[in-house]
Nanobody
Framework: QVQLVESGGGLVQAGGSLRLSCAAS????????MGWFRQAPEKEREFVAA????????YYADSVKGRFTIARDNAKNTVYLQMSSLKPEDTAVYYC??????????????????WGQGTQVTVSS
């Protein structure tokens, strides 16, 4: 089992940057593909980014491509989401998720096995 804890959220002005972190417990972090999702009020949870187990491949939603970067450090059991050029529409609760089954580029939340509690990101205009 994997426990995930996000941090790094907060309030930022449009055009600013934030880096989210997600710390995982357990010794098998590198066996999980990781993803970031977000959920705005009254909206469904949506895919943001995914990274393969070895960090050699990444995939992004079109809405964040070129602005967000996902990375991971398997030695530190941590996955990151660097967010730049933030927009008010990026305001949401951001969740990290771990996927233990085969494959890594999963955009549907049902494909992930473990979830963090979320961290709020608010972008003011």
């Amino acid at each position: 089992q994997v426990q995930l804890v996000e941090s790094g959220g907060g309030l930022v002005q449009a055009g600013g940057s934030l880096r989210l972190s997600c710390a995982a417990s357990g010794r098998t972090f590198s066996s999980y593909a990781m993803g970031w999702f977000r959920q705005a009020p009254e909206k469904e949870r949506e895919f943001v980014a995914a990274i393969s187990r070895s960090a050699d491949s990444t995939y992004y939603a079109d809405s964040v491509k070129g602005r967000f970067t996902i990375a991971r450090d398997n030695a530190k059991n941590t996955v990151y989401l660097q967010m730049s050029s933030l927009k008010p529409e990026d305001t949401a609760v951001y969740y990290c998720a771990a996927k233990g089954s085969t494959g890594w580029r999963a955009v549907f939340s049902t494909r992930y096995d473990y979830w963090g509690q979320g961290t709020q990101v608010t972008v003011s205009s």
